[in-house]
C-alpha cells in the first residue's frame, strides 16, 4: 500500500477514535456512569497490523480477534506491550491448544465443552484463564452463543472447572436499526447479568459485561455495557 494512502488512513483512524470516545462519554453520563467506566475495544478483524499499531498509539489498549489463526499471524508484528489481548469470535475446541496462553481473555466461550477444553490446556500450562460466557440473546440460529434460557445453569458448571475464572459475559444480539429493539436486547442482557452477579456463584466474579459494537454501542453503554466491541466504525470498511 502507498505511504500516502496509509497516512490518509491512519488519519481517518484517528478522527474515528476521538468520536467514538465522545460518543461513549456522552452515552455513559446518560447511564450514570463515566467514560472510564466503559472500556473500548479495537475489533481487529481483517485489519492491517500498521493500522492496529496506530489505533494503540492513539491510545487503544485493547485489541479483540475474531479467528485464532488470524490472531497468531499478525501478534509478532504487532505493539502488544501495553495492550491487552482477547479473543472474541467462535472458538473450535481444536483450535483450543492453541490460544490458550497467547491472548489475555477469551470472550467467546459458548459451551462447557470449549470451557473444559480451555480449563485442560490452563492447567497444563500452569494458568488460569479469565473468560467471558457468550449467550445467544436473540435465540438466533444462525449465530453462536449459549441458550439464553440456560443461562445460570450454563455458568455455575463452567465456574466449577478448574483453570478457568469466569469474569462475566458477551453476547452479539441480533442485527437491527431499530433502537427500542436494541436496547430491549441489551436491557435484558444486563438483567441477567445482574441476577447473576447477585447470586455470587464462586469463581463467578461478574465484573464485565461485554455488548455493543459499531452500530449499536451507544445504546449498550446506555443499558449497561462495560466493554464495547468496534471494529468498522473505527477502521473503516472490512476488507475481505
Known amino acids: ?27 455513559a453520563l446518560d447511564s450514570g456512569r463515566k467514560a472510564e467506566d466503559i472500556k473500548i475495544m479495537a475489533v ?8 492496529i499499531n496506530h489505533a494503540i498509539s492513539c491510545g487503544m489498549d485493547l485489541i479483540g480477534e475474531n479467528k485464532v489463526q488470524e490472531f497468531l499471524g499478525k501478534r ?31 470472550e467467546s466461550v459458548d459451551s462447557v465443552k470449549v470451557a473444559k477444553e ?48 469466569v469474569k462475566g459475559m458477551m453476547t452479539i444480539p441480533p442485527f437491527s436499526l431499530d433502537e427500542k429493539e436494541n436496547r430491549k436486547n441489551f436491557s435484558n442482557m444486563y438483567r441477567l447479568f445482574i441476577d ?25 453503554i446506555v443499558e449497561g455495557a462495560n466493554l464495547i466491541r468496534v471494529g468498522s466504525a473505527m477502521f473503516g470498511a472490512r476488507m475481505y
Open 118 to 165: 480451555i480449563g485442560k490446556h490452563s492447567v497444563n500450562q500452569g494458568i488460569i484463564t479469565p473468560v467471558l460466557v457468550e449467550f445467544n440473546i436473540g435465540s438466533e440460529e444462525s449465530k453462536t452463543g449459549a441458550d439464553i434460557n440456560m443461562a445460570y445453569e450454563m455458568i455455575d458448571e463452567i465456574a466449577k472447572i478448574e483453570g478457568i475464572k
Open 44 to 51: 481487529t478483524k481483517t485489519v492491517e497490523p500498521v493500522f
Open 76 to 106: 509478532d508484528f504487532l505493539n502488544l506491550e501495553n495492550c491487552q489481548k482477547h479473543l472474541i469470535g467462535h472458538l473450535q475446541t481444536n483450535k483450543v491448544k492453541q490460544i490458550v496462553g497467547q491472548v489475555d481473555m477469551i
Open 1 to 27: 500500500m502507498e505511504k500516502s494512502l496509509i497516512t490518509e488512513r491512519c488519519n481517518d483512524i484517528t478522527e474515528n477514535i476521538k468520536v467514538i470516545r465522545e460518543n461513549v462519554a456522552k452515552a
Open 196 to 220: 447473576i452477579k447477585a447470586k455470587k456463584i464462586d469463581n463467578v466474579s461478574m465484573d464485565i459485561l461485554s455488548m455493543g459494537m459499531s452500530n449499536d454501542y451507544r445504546e449498550a
